[in-house]
């Protein structure tokens, strides 16, 4: 089965600076990788993802690269704000009828003002 | 709005109860999935549906039963409630399935199970 490894566990930062959180996945098949972020007290919330025939994705403030030889995947966030402190989780797997996917197991970031 | 959503938010019983929690999405999605979040924050899955019917029944005590009596609604019922039960249980939902090409989960809030 898929393993997914995430990196760093735990990321502070100061406001205005960038934060960048790797995974790495084992399953060549996977092609369809999500980044979830979870507030305190609330569900993980879907705030970006790529596929696998894709290389880089970007919405504002956030990017996902991808590397499908190396299997490793990185959420990238520039001009970090306070709001941005959450736990952030990667996620891979092969899309289709029973798509099931493996999280990595979260960063906590921490944006000082 | 278009959610899902799940109750209780909280839950606090005694060992050896019986107790449900109540899942629903008004997002038209097909399938749905219960998650254990520990205190370490791992997201473990416990079970899938799509339309009605269970695909994922990964390695849960059978004390743990799903029920979903239609695609909008998956409740989680378990029994004989245990000390290590206690952690934050989600449902979440998905236009996965047969055919589907977005495959994002949308979360519920999660109901904080403690069990004493």
């Known amino acids: 089965g898929e393993n997914v490894e995430q990196h760093p566990s735990t990321l502070s930062v100061q406001e205005g600076d960038s934060a960048v959180i790797k995974c790495t996945y084992s399953?060549?098949?996977?092609?369809?990788f999500p980044w979830y972020k979870q507030e305190l007290g609330k569900g993980p919330q879907l705030i970006i993802d790529?596929?696998?025939?894709?290389g880089e994705k970007k919405d504002q403030r956030i990017a996902v690269t991808l590397n499908k030889t190396a299997k490793h995947f990185s959420l990238h966030i520039t001009e970090t704000q306070p709001e941005d402190s959450a736990v952030y989780f990667c996620a891979a797997g092969l899309s289709g009828g029973s798509y099931i996917p493996t999280f990595g197991r979260g960063t906590s970031l921490i944006v000082h003002p | 709005d278009t959610a899902v959503s799940q109750t209780p938010k909280y839950l606090v019983t005694q060992m050896g109860n019986d107790k449900s929690i109540k899942c629903e999405q008004n997002l038209g999605h097909d399938t749905m999935y219960w998650y254990k979040q520990d205190s370490k924050k791992f997201l473990k899955i416990m079970f899938s549906?799509?339309?009605?019917?269970?695909?994922i029944n990964e390695t849960v005590p059978n004390r743990f039963s799903p029920k979903s009596p239609d695609k909008a609604h998956l409740n989680l019922h378990i029994n004989s409630l245990e000390l290590g039960d206690s952690a934050v249980y989600f449902c979440?939902?998905?236009?996965?399935?047969?055919?589907?090409?977005?495959?994002?989960?949308?979360f519920g809030s999660g109901t904080r199970l403690t069990v004493v």
């Open positions: 979440a939902s998905s236009p996965a399935g047969f055919g589907g090409t977005n495959y994002g989960y949308t």
């Open positions: 549906y799509n339309n009605k019917e269970l695909i």
């Open positions: 790529i596929r696998s025939n894709v």
């Open positions: 399953d060549s098949a996977s092609n369809y």
